[in-house]
């Protein structure tokens, strides 16, 4: 990994130390080697040695960045990572770690599987990571540039100008307590981040939602609360009904949840809370289940090749349509075609 350049984390060099033994990851076989680029922009960064096994993946969506790291360590070792880059704000969910120890001058944290974190680094950061032989920890991050941050600052001065002021100091900050857990509502949005690539051309959009979702709920989880539902009443009703029609019929080029709200007369927060109390879903829940009910009907009622069939539901890569098409029916689509063509054929 070491000269690996980070879309937003600029340059990532490390280090792995073994008893006595200090190992620079540029002596290692191939470490520095990109080994995959996918045709959507992810790249990910494999590191596979008699001491540990990692991996780096990024996914640039939008204006931010997905970045999931993993480490699997083979020895005892502490492996240290140095990061020199633009200054950042990160929201991390631990997604598997054996109560891994992690160490910066300012603080010590154990990462439990389920931890969640809001922090913010600068723009250079050392962390070392103690393991343990058989250790795994992987980390998701949502990752947000300074300049991102003081943009949504702008509008919403009363939430994130003390992210402003800390970038200022050029330290690092935690605002989340060790070992928080997730709720089940703030696990769900990360979800629904790191599956935004299967909402096709809205992943952009979708995104947007969601990681200002997420943050919305870390920040309110350091005052101990993650409830941000406002209640629905009989006006909202016929507004929620609206924008679900919108989306149900404009489902290839779907608006914004904030071009949806404007045109149904409302703001988003409330829409979101709104349609979700009315449908017991999510906008863009109601926008995946659309797109999947249609492309059973293309897949079964029409010879169209099966990235046709996405490209016409909105989807830019045919790999985008067929993960959401099996997350949705546990079968690909080609194999849904068949088995599904089969039994009509039979009747």
Same mark, same amino acid.
Request: charged share 25%; with cysteine.
């Given at each position: 990994? !070491?000269?690996? /350049?980070? /879309? ?17 990851? *540029? ?26 096994? *990692?991996?780096?993946?990024? !996914? ?6 997905? =970045? ?12 240290? %990572? #140095?990061?020199?880059? @633009?200054? %950042? ?6 997604? #598997? ?10 603080? +010590?944290?154990?990462? =439990?599987?389920?931890? %969640? ?7 250079? $950061?050392? %962390? ?10 992987? =980390? ?12 949504? @600052?702008?509008? #919403? ?13 050029? +330290? ?40 200002? $979702? ?23 009703? $016929?507004?929620? #009904? ?18 949806? @709200? ?32 249609? @492309?059973?009907?293309?897949? =079964? ?15 830019? /890569? ?30």
């Amino acid at each position: 990994m !070491n000269g690996f /350049y980070l /879309y937003f984390c600029g340059m990532i060099q490390s280090k792995l130390t073994v008893g006595n033994k200090v190992i620079d990851f *540029s002596e290692f076989p191939g470490a520095a080697t990109l080994r995959e680029v996918a045709e959507d922009g992810v790249c990910t960064t494999y590191c596979n040695n008699e001491y540990l096994s *990692s991996r780096l993946t990024e !996914n640039p969506v939008g204006r931010y960045m997905l =970045l999931t790291q993993s480490a699997k360590c083979f020895v005892d070792c502490e492996l240290e %990572v #140095h990061r020199t880059g @633009a200054p %950042v704000m990160l929201m991390t969910l631990a997604k #598997h770690s054996d109560n891994i120890r992690r160490t910066r001058p300012q603080e +010590e944290r154990f990462w =439990l599987t389920g931890d %969640v974190c809001l922090s913010l680094f600068p723009q250079e $950061d050392t %962390v070392v990571n103690h393991c343990k032989q058989g250790e795994t920890l992987e =980390l998701f991050n949502i990752v947000i540039a300074e300049s991102i941050v003081r943009q949504l @600052a702008e509008r #919403h001065p009363d939430e994130l100008n003390r992210f402003c002021q800390d970038f200022d100091r050029g +330290e690092v900050f935690y605002y989340t307590k060790p070992n928080t857990q997730a709720s089940r509502k703030l696990l769900n949005v990360f979800r629904s981040v790191e599956h935004c690539n299967e909402m096709g051309n809205y992943a952009e959009k979708y995104i947007e939602a969601n990681v200002l $979702d997420c943050l919305s709920m870390m920040i309110n989880g350091t005052n101990g609360s993650d409830e941000m539902l406002s209640p629905v009443n009989l006006v909202l009703s $016929d507004k929620v #009904h609206e924008a679900r029609d919108i989306m149900t019929t404009q489902y290839q080029n779907p608006p914004s949840l904030h071009d949806l @709200a404007t045109m149904v007369g409302t703001n988003e927060c409330t829409l979101k809370s709104a349609f979700k109390q009315e449908f017991g879903t999510t906008v863009f829940q109601c926008l995946f289940d659309r797109r999947m009910e249609l @492309a059973s009907h293309y897949l =079964l009622d029409s010879q169209l090749p099966i990235a046709e069939v996405g490209f016409l539901l909105g989807y830019d /890569y045919q790999s985008h349509f067929c993960t959401a098409f099996r997350r949705k029916y546990g079968i690909s689509p080609s194999e849904y075609r068949e088995q599904k063509g089969d039994a009509t054929l039979k009747k």
